[in-house]
């Protein structure tokens, strides 16, 4: 229920693609279960979106906390397109602002609001591991792994329109090498000395979406270990945006990550729970 009603107020947002519901959660009286989630998130009988986000009262000194929602009506870490989208809304529900921060399972997020672009502080990734070979069905997918917020594996293509990115994201996804949890899959092929494409088989989701922001800088600091090369670097994302992720290295440790691009409102109404 929200506010003991049976109506519930979202606002409809998108990161270069990958969509969103919002809801404002600061009084604290909403709780969704995971098959509310999911109908919102239904294309055909709810709202449609790749997932919920929803905003909260901090806990840790934070300026707010950000709670994400796959599809699925699972719980996830991170969503750096949606970080992107929740900093705008944040900044729109609660009073404007230039720069925020919000707590995630994935650490504490800064943004800074650039008219209808953002730029994301991210968490420092782990867990880097390249040249993995993944053996899924009677082939061997050669892949690279890092966790930018949440699991992230990263495959080099020749061809990015006519890579299976269902039949592999999914077998890679479910792989035994990333139980419990899966990870996500992104297909990535090189544009330019620092420029990128990619496409993403996306978690929870359980399909290929139009962006992943954490995705996107999981490519790029692959790219940028395979290849050597300093960011930023340029991601064009199967929704048509190209997002900029910049970053130190030290070492073979990435620190100071940022991701930028747009966040777009699209709509507000209320739905039926």
């Known amino acids: 229920m929200w506010y003991n009603s049976p109506m519930l107020r979202f606002t409809k947002m998108n990161g270069a ?93 800064g943004a800074a609001l650039q008219g209808e672009a953002v730029c994301l502080q991210m968490s420092d990734p782990t867990d880097l591991r390249l040249g993995l070979k993944i053996p899924v069905n009677d082939q061997t997918v050669g892949g690279h792994f890092v966790n930018s917020g949440v699991p992230h594996v990263v495959v080099p293509v020749e061809d990015l329109e006519s890579a299976d990115v269902r039949g592999i994201g999914s077998a890679v996804r479910h792989h035994d090498l990333f139980a419990p949890k899966g990870t996500n899959v992104n297909f990535l092929k090189r544009r330019g000395d620092r420029q990128i494409s990619i496409r993403t088989y996306e978690r929870g989701v359980e399909n290929e979406t139009l962006a992943c922001g954490t995705g996107v800088v999981a490519s790029a600091l692959v790219f940028s270990a395979l290849e050597k090369v300093d960011g930023p670097i340029g991601v064009l994302v199967r929704g048509g945006n190209e997002l900029k992720v910049g970053f130190e290295k030290e070492g073979e440790r990435f620190k100071k990550v940022t991701l930028t691009g747009p966040a777009d409102f699209v709509f507000e109404g209320t739905i039926e729970l």
Request: charged residues 25%; proline residues 3%; aromatic residues 8%.
């Open 17 to 109: 693609g990958n969509d969103f519901v919002m809801i404002d959660n600061r009084v604290g009286t909403l709780q969704l279960a995971a098959e509310q989630i999911s109908r919102i998130c239904d294309r055909h009988r709810g709202v449609g979106a790749d997932g919920v986000l929803v905003l909260e009262r901090p806990t840790n000194g934070a300026d707010f906390r950000m709670r994400y929602y796959n599809a699925d009506g699972g719980e996830a870490e991170m969503c750096g397109n949606g970080a992107r989208c929740f900093a705008r809304y944040a900044s729109h529900v609660a009073g404007p602002v230039e720069k925020l921060s919000f707590e995630t399972p994935a650490g504490v997020i």
